[in-house]
């Protein structure tokens, strides 16, 4: 569908035949409506896609699962003593203390807090024997502040 323009002069001189041009603006107007309307269709129909299906569940005698409510956490001290909660245990005992604890269940997340002071490798030998039993989920804990205020220093 084209638009034309009638040339003013034409018809000015009288002459019988119009000298029609192309039209050099595109009308936006319809596009701005459509638009709106596509964006009223959106907002409308968002809601009801969050909903999913609805479902009315039966009622439940069981109690819920219990999740686990403490952290597994190892610590290694100044000293290098190491610590499976708040329990000393040897290097030697900690496999079966872990094991004890959680069942043998692999997929269980060890948490592994060491001191500032303590030599890297002491660390990494208790990492080491949590790994070697068989816990692959494991977690290095650091003091989010001391890092923060590094990159702040970095700065």
Avoid: C, W
């Avoid at 084209?2 to 034409?10: E, G, I, L």
């Avoid at 309307?37 to 009801?48: G, K, N, S, Y």
């Avoid at 909903?51 to 190892?74: R, Y």
């Avoid at 290095?140 to 990159?151: C, F």
């Amino acid at each position: 569908m084209a638009a034309f323009m009638v040339d003013r002069n034409d018809r000015a001189h009288g002459r019988g035949r119009r000298r029609t041009r192309p039209m050099s603006e595109i009308n936006v107007t319809p596009m701005v409506d459509v638009m709106l309307v596509l964006l009223i269709i959106f907002m409308v129909t968002a809601p009801l896609l969050t909903t999913g299906v609805e479902v009315d569940l039966p009622d439940g005698t069981t109690a819920p699962v219990q999740g686990q409510d403490e952290p597994l956490t190892v610590s290694v001290d100044a000293q290098g003593r190491v610590f499976v909660q708040d329990t000393e245990v040897a290097l030697e005992e900690l496999t079966p203390r872990l094991a004890a604890i959680t069942g043998r269940n692999p997929d269980v997340r060890v948490f592994v807090r060491g001191d500032r002071a303590i030599n890297y490798g002491q660390v990494m030998q208790v990492v080491g024997a949590i790994n070697a039993a068989g816990y692959r989920k494991v977690a290095l804990i650091t003091d989010p502040r001391i890092a923060a205020a590094a990159v702040d220093g970095q700065r």
